[in-house]
């Protein structure tokens, strides 16, 4: 039975799809968490206890225990094991992302200075340090402009800044979000500088795709239907098909894939965000990792050819992206596959303000809209939740299959329409607590 170990936070989304799909494919799933290497087992999951902020340390732990059971592929979910699962596949003479390029990918500035002859000719960006003086700052930029942290994921921490006082303000906000207490396991770095540059207009999609070997196949590319202009930049709803025009989406192929070679990846997933307008197409990021949290479950394929696990999947069925990504892991091509012909999508419902989430209701008459198959929410009872730009989740997800573009986002959007969330101010709680 072939071995594939997953990396992967002890809390991710992901990881019981990618149970589901080796499970499937006859695959044994091994998994490697960011855990207590003294706790037994906690989760019982038999997982590799490992620390993303130690990553040489980490690689190593795993290529030792593979010298006794070997691994056939490796996977990372998540940005932070990207590099140590670019390690792992060096060690074992797997192919994979070099590691220089998954760190780079990983990192804004580097990103940045990678894409720097792809990027607009006006656009401009500099590193600033998170201890200086941000009036300093305000007097030194033009407007508007965009703050954001080096690392981090999903929007976290990205502001747009009108004007010299608004930046001061954001400024003090981004400070005291890369001291929270569950940053400080990022690197140093990540956590004393920041990026500002200047804001790009446009509309915004992401790509979905596969490297094999250094050439892309694009799986997918979704449309942001809700306009990202700030002051946040809060993800909402990812519809496929795109309907932008075959042009734009052939523009935007070619620019992930000038822009994937520019910081080198080269074999694995990734997940792209962009921005197009009058000018071009402007990369935003490639990230050498998968779609994030549940949203992989609005992508099913379709076989174009032969199997390369024997046949045992009926000609007829679609497969998630979780099994595709085990099968490319294993050796496969992507290449042999395609996104199913039906639209789809998913809503990340968001936060709409900072509390202690109590629950939800509207989830039978959400989950009767036409074209709605799923609707799953993520987020835990007496939980206190945030919105962005400090927070770092979503309520859930729904997800839905149409004929067309159009009708998913309308279903999408009148499920959300339906769902009356709860939510308890911390200070009413605090005061329940101490009677």
Known sequence: MPRVLLLATTTGYQTRAFGEAAERLGVDLVFATDRCDVLEDPWQDRAIPIRFSDESASAEAILELARTSPLDGVLAVGDRPTVIASLVQEGLGLPGHPAAAAAAARNKLLTREHLRALAPPNHWFRTISIAMDPRELAASVSFPCVLKPLALSGSRGVMRVEDGTELVAVFHRLRALLDAPDLRGEPKETRDLALVEGFIEGREFALEGLMNHGTLHLLAIFDKPDP??????????????????????????????????????????????????????????????????????????????????????????????????????????????????????????????????????????????????????????????????????????????????????????AAHARLEFSFDPELQVLQSAHG
């Open 228 to 413: 990202l202009d700030g002051p946040f930049f809060e993800e909402t709803i990812y519809v496929t098909p795109s309907t932008a025009s075959p042009d734009a989406q052939r523009a935007m192929a070619a620019a992930v894939d000038q822009a994937a070679r520019a910081l080198g990846l080269r074999h694995g997933p990734l997940h792209a965000e962009c921005r197009v307008n009058e000018t071009g197409v402007f990369v935003l990021e490639v990230a050498a990792r998968p779609i994030g949290g549940l949203c992989a479950r609005a992508l099913r394929f379709d076989r174009r050819r032969g199997d390369a696990f024997g046949g045992s999947q009926p000609e007829s069925a679609a497969v998630s992206l979780e099994e595709l990504l085990l099968r490319h892991a294993l050796g496969e091509s992507s290449e042999g596959w395609a996104r199913e012909t039906a639209a789809s999508g998913v809503m990340m419902i968001p936060i709409p303000r900072r509390g202690v989430f109590r629950g939800v209701t509207g989830l039978d008459a959400a989950g009767r809209v036409p074209f709605i198959d799923d609707l799953r929410i993520t987020a835990k009872a007496d939980q206190l939740l945030l919105p962005l730009p400090e927070g770092a989740s979503y309520l859930g997800f729904i997800f839905a299959h149409a004929d067309t573009p159009a009708q998913v986002e309308q279903a999408l959007r």
